[in-house]
């Protein structure tokens, strides 16, 4: 079965490092885009950053621009997310996503989410 396992969260001082990963297995994972997205207390489910199947392309909301990297490894079938320069506000629960747009309908797995909780 579909599976994306999250890991690599955790506690992090401001200014601190972390750099998650998505370990995908049932589907053929050069056929998905990749994204990450986070979702914090109270507030709507946000698009960080994503990445093309073939990884020729990025993008990554303003908020995380310049500070945090998205990549993939298909040889593991994996999607790294390194976040460099952290603030209290990246504070969320962060999920891994595959989407493949299909004609008619999307193909969409999620992740469990990692916790990342950046705080002195």
């Known amino acids: 079965q579909v599976q994306l396992v999250e890991s690599g969260g955790g506690l992090v001082q401001p200014g601190g490092s972390l750099r998650l990963s998505c370990a995908a297995s049932?589907?053929?994972?050069?056929?998905?885009?990749m994204n990450w997205y986070r979702q914090a207390p109270g507030k709507e489910r946000e698009l960080l950053a994503g990445?093309?199947?073939?990884?020729?392309?990025?993008n990554y909301a303003d908020s995380v621009k310049g500070r945090f990297t998205i990549s993939r490894d298909s040889a593991k079938k994996t999607v790294y997310l390194q976040m460099n320069s952290l603030k209290p506000e990246d504070t969320a629960v962060y999920y891994c996503?595959?989407?493949?747009?299909?004609?008619?309908?999307?193909?969409?797995?999620w992740g469990q989410g990692t916790q990342v909780t950046v705080s002195s």
């Open positions: 990445i093309s199947s073939l990884g020729t392309i990025t």
């Open positions: 996503n595959a989407r493949r747009q299909l004609i008619y309908n999307v193909d969409d797995y």
């Open positions: 049932g589907f053929t994972f050069s056929y998905y885009r």
